[in-house]
């Protein structure tokens, strides 16, 4: 109940308000029923895990003990001044916070307000020329009912577009000459895709801003919209991804199009961890598939590297001598390192306010040479040329102890095998080669040439941009050269570094 309630309150505050106020009359007659004496029965709340005014997690608890059939209790079996005692205290609470709530509203509504405002700069401002549609998707009921009434007329009045409602049990328009029916409202939402023109050619108007539940987010087709608002986040990953497979399908008439979600506060996210579930949920059901776009997160890499190395095995003419064992799809994902990871992580923890330029002393093997390895952040994220470098904003150099360069920014995935290969199990630190280590630089005060090959590893990044550069003035669909690029070492920061002796 109490997670119910966040998740409601997460969505809408009228939603929220709706809660309180049912559970309120729920415990109102309860009341009267204690009151009434042993002979009474109370019939306990049936609850549907589909419904539209419930966003429920299997996590939250014991699904058989709370979800099935209307149960009846005799008031005489149960401890009556207990449970009078608990209600009237919650009765309390609820009251107080129904109070509260209700406060809330209009300009108060600081999420509602933040939406007119996305959806203003939105239709000034359309991401493809004049479109202006867009879709709000909510998990409840409510909250679509809340967010239509409070939108239709600021978008009538401000913009002169129409605006739908679709849930499971209603269907709204601010039109009368569009029906109500869902088949006649989405087709005038998306008349390209769903043939208008031959379906509805009497139906001049349109509609520009649809409000929906997950009733609509399968099995439609609505790629005239570019512009998709996750009002509230589904437990279910899964569901984000269907509603934004409402516009992001093949046949789009849209260059550009965009999801925006709205995540819970801060404080709120504390007590549901909505977030770190949601997103946790996305990157499983990544690395599990066949490798599609995790869409929640913007800078993941590593699928478009795939792509580009894929390409290139189709098109270059590969030397046998490189292959060694052979070309696996495995080789050119990363997620061997992520399983690495997320195993460290459950038995060390997540590691937190970790000081930059921490370093390791590791032992060469017969097929690793002698050099460092260094971890580097570029200070300038957006800059990530032809989308070579995977773990970007990160890169990752492989230098020998001479200056000559193992394995450059690209071969991450080269350089990251050496990593693992000398680095997994050592659980503890090598006191010998630290030692051997802390006497050749005295202490770590002389570290002028770990510096040095730190400078010639940044140069090797910087060079290799430059050669892009030149080779792009001889290939067709535009230079790089003049685009935003790193600019020099001032660009990078050191994350760390592993000596290899």
Known sequence: MRINLLKRIESSVD????????????????????????????????????????????????????????????????????????????????????EDIKKVFGEKDLKLEHLKNILSAKI?????????????????????????????????????INSALITGSKRQCTTKEIPTDLNALLTCFSPISKSKAQIYPEITEGIDVLIATDCISEGQNLQDCDYLINYDIHWNPVRIIQRFGRIDRIGSINSNITMVNFWPDVTLDAYINLKQRVESRMLISNMASTGDDNILNAEEKDLEYRKIQLKKLQEDVVDLEDLRGGVSITDLGLNDFRVDLSNYIKVYGVLKNIPEGLHAVAKATSGTDKGVIYVLKNINSDVNIDKQNRLHPYYIVYIKDN?????????????????????????????????????????????????????????????????????????SGGTLALRSKIKGIEDFKLISFLVIK
């Open 15 to 98: 939603s929220f308000r709706l809660t309180v106020e049912n559970v309120l009359g729920q415990i109102t007659d309860t009341l009267k029923a204690i009151e009434k004496g042993a002979t009474e029965t109370y019939s306990g709340v049936q609850i549907d895990p589909d419904a539209e005014e419930l966003d429920w997690d299997a996590d939250w608890g014991d699904e058989e003990n709370i979800i099935g059939k209307k149960v009846k209790v005799r008031i005489g079996d149960m401890d009556l001044m207990r449970w009078n005692e608990d209600l009237s205290a919650d009765l309390n609470i609820l009251n107080s916070l129904l």
């Open 124 to 160: 000034e401002n359309p991401l493809n020329p004049n479109n202006k549609k867009v879709i709000v998707f909510t998990a409840f009921a409510d909250t679509a009912n809340y967010l239509y009434k409070s939108l239709k007329d600021f978008l009538k009045s401000n913009y002169g």
């Open 403 to 475: 200056g000559e360069l193992v394995f450059n920014h690209v071969d991450a995935k080269k350089t990251l095998d050496i990593f693992r290969l000398i680095c997994k199990g050592k659980t503890q630190p090598l006191e010998e080669l630290a030692k051997q280590f802390s006497a050749e630089t005295n202490d770590y005060r002389k570290m002028d040439a770990y510096s040095g090959l730190l400078q010639k590893s940044i140069s090797t990044i910087l060079k290799s941009e430059e050669e892009k550069d030149v080779q792009s003035l001889f290939k």
